[in-house]
């Protein structure tokens, strides 16, 4: 019987061609939920009131000083921000740095990186 963990990994490992926006809240609220954690709350009209929500509101300068609204893709008030990122490199390339080498490669202590996925859309 394989435990959750496994189920996780193999359920997200070697996805492509998903949509980073389309798939990050989902990927975040069962990581949750395999950590044992509360999900994000429904965001409230009151920014102030958004204290673990996906997409929070924040207000950012501009180069003239007037504000720009920005989103943060997961935010806990006095915890942490989280912003996911999906790869735009095929392959191996985004894991490895050159001639193959490893100098690159993202991986816990003693464990060995695995090859993922590769976003779908073709950036030059």
């Known amino acids: 019987m394989q435990s959750a963990v496994e189920t996780f990994i193999r359920r997200w ?9 389309a798939n990050y809240a989902l990927f975040l609220t069962e990581l949750c939920d395999l950590l044992g954690l509360p999900h994000a709350q429904p965001a409230a009209t009151s920014t102030e ?29 006095d915890c942490f921000v989280l912003e996911a990122k999906q790869s735009r490199i095929f392959g191996d390339k985004s ?18 990186p695995q090859t993922r996925g590769r976003r779908g859309a073709g950036r030059a």
């Open 13 to 21: 490992q070697g996805q492509e061609g998903g949509q980073e926006r």
């Open 95 to 112: 894991l490895r740095g050159t001639a193959g080498s490893t100098e690159n490669m993202l991986a816990f202590p003693g464990m060995e």
């Open 49 to 77: 009131a958004n204290d673990y929500v996906f997409e929070r509101v924040v207000r950012e300068p501009n180069r003239e000083g007037a504000p720009t609204r920005r989103r943060i893709d997961l935010y806990k008030r």
